[in-house]
């Protein structure tokens, strides 16, 4: 009898826990072969203000995580054939040549990937295929929910209150125990370098942290370190708002991102350690928990409003906002050279890292909307070119929250630049550490350059304008 083939499409789920298209697969068919396309259009594309589609950083990180799934299925009997080209026609052409029954893939639900996921069932149903969907990006499964996606709340506390205690987080899909090899000969195809795309890796930057090597075994790795091993995530509450170390929060969120780990395994992890140590009234287990949920919360977003979420009028529909878009301010900003340096050393952070924390990014999207005035969009695109841990709806929809245009309006952010730095940073070392020109200031001035007198400068012998820019924004303006 004719043998049942699957192709199982790996996208942004590098891994082999939970991995619900591969489980799919393995329990449909009598052959499964597993593939990843590197997606041209990605790999070498610009964004709509010019910027590599994906930044090396990036692109790095998802070579990594190709590079150890092939490993990890090669421990299991199987191989990860890897193409370049146009997802659409690549599977095409291997589904056409293997005579599959199926392709199965985890959905994915925003524009580009649409596009390519529709293409590509499109080519299937002309050789009498079918694209198979699985889920594997949230913690909770839409079906669970108390509400229909359409009806989602456009409010975190609110969805909060809705899901939190009601709604279970399922158990998450074992490693499989053996994937069989395909008989059919078949080239297992070269895992591109950096210089294929035409990108030059970043030079190592000492200052980097580097905890950042893609693949599911380091993800697991980091988790591992994060719960059991250091038990920084006791202190998670409070240490998240740091930004200067490799743990003052998970640094999970480009495993994450790229599916190297599931959020519902994550989410019993937590739960395990929570059991054994007896910290459930740990608040910072909790607030872990919460940002789990806020990612879910914003992929909802998505679903629900669509391509709302990239539109300058946001999921709201605000269009009573003119946006401007200054080219030479936005590459200030860009640069880390806006002469604000609690927001230029984070700049110069991403820049060299692809990373910057949680507070970082609520500061300087902060300024770019309401200190330069400019196009929320410009900054949210930048981002989604360097980010290490980019995730379309993650953010699109913290960007749309920061210019006001996105979920809970009435609490968008317009932050004091300079108490955000005395709070958070408060001895300037971690202006400091990103902008070692400045490491000679006196502690009044650290955040505040543009205040020394000329004679200070002088005395100093360091000149705004020459050694560090002048400030684009007078940090006058947020005296309390
Ligand atoms: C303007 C802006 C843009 C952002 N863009 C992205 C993005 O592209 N990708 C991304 O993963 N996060 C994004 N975030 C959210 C957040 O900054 C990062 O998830 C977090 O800094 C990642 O570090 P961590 O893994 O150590 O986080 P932790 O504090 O350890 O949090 C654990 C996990 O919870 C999730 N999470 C935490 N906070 C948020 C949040 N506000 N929104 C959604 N998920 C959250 C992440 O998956 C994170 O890995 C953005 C935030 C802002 C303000």
Redesign the pocket.
């Known amino acids: 009898m004719h043998k049942r083939t699957a192709i199982v499409w790996f996208r942004l789920d590098l891994r082999l826990h939970d991995n619900e298209a591969l489980s799919e697969a393995l329990n449909s068919a009598e052959e499964v072969i597993p593939v990843y396309v590197f997606d041209e259009r990605k790999f070498k594309g610009t964004t709509r203000f010019g910027f590599p589609k994906i930044g090396s950083h990036r692109a790095q990180f998802i070579i990594e995580s190709v590079k150890d799934l092939r490993a990890n299925l090669r421990k299991l009997g199987s191989d990860l054939y890897v193409r370049v080209g146009q997802p659409e026609e690549e599977l095409f052409n291997i589904a056409r040549r293997v005579k599959s029954s199926w392709i199965f893939c985890n959905r994915e639900r925003m524009d580009e990937e649409l596009k390519v996921q529709d293409s590509l069932e499109q080519k299937l149903w002309s050789i009498g295929q079918e694209l198979r969907y699985s889920r594997g990006k949230l913690l909770y499964y839409t079906a669970d929910l108390p509400f229909p996606i359409t009806h989602t709340p456009d409010s975190f506390t609110l969805f909060k209150k809705e899901v939190e205690r009601y709604v279970p987080v399922r158990q998450p899909l074992p490693i499989p125990e053996r994937i069989p090899p395909t008989a059919v000969a078949l080239s297992s195809g070269d895992i591109p370098s950096l210089e294929d795309f035409g990108m030059l890796s970043s030079p190592v930057d000492k200052r980097d942290f580097n905890i950042f090597e893609g693949g599911e075994t380091k993800g697991l790795q980091r988790l591992n370190d994060y719960l059991w091993e250091s038990q920084s995530v006791l202190n998670?509450k409070d240490s998240?708002n740091e930004m200067l170390g490799a743990d003052y929060?998970?640094?999970?969120?480009p495993w994450?991102?790229l599916g190297c780990l599931s959020?519902k395994m994550i989410y019993h992890e937590l739960k395990r350690f929570d059991e054994q140590y007896g910290t459930r009234k740990n608040k910072s287990i909790t607030c872990?928990f919460l940002?789990?949920m806020?990612?879910d919360f914003?992929r909802l977003m998505g679903k629900k409003h669509g391509s709302k979420i990239f539109y300058e009028s946001g999921i709201r529909d605000t269009e009573n906002k003119e946006w401007e878009e200054n080219q030479e301010l936005f590459m200030q900003w860009v640069n880390g050279e806006t002469g604000v340096p609690f927001i230029d050393a984070h700049m110069r952070e991403l820049k060299h890292t692809g990373y910057?924390?949680?507070r970082g990014?609520?500061n300087v999207?902060s300024f770019l909307i309401n200190d330069l005035g400019l196009n929320w969009v410009m900054?949210?695109d930048y981002?989604?070119s360097q980010?290490i841990?980019?995730?379309v709806c993650?953010?699109y929809?913290?960007?749309g929250?920061?210019a006001g245009v996105g979920s809970d309006p009435k609490e968008y952010q317009n932050l004091n630049i300079i108490s955000q730095a005395k709070r958070f940073d408060p001895n300037g070392e971690y202006v400091k550490y990103w902008l070692p020109e400045l490491s000679m200031l006196p502690a009044q001035y650290i955040h505040q350059p543009d205040q020394l007198s000329y004679k200070e400068q002088e005395d100093l012998h360091f000149m705004i304008g020459d050694d560090y820019p002048k400030a684009l924004v007078s940090t006058d303006r947020w005296a309390s």
């Open positions: 998670h998240r929060s998970s640094k999970l969120s994450l991102a959020p872990f940002e789990l806020q990612r914003y910057m924390s949680n990014r609520q999207s900054g949210a981002f989604e980010l841990d980019y995730d993650s953010n929809c913290n960007w929250y920061a």
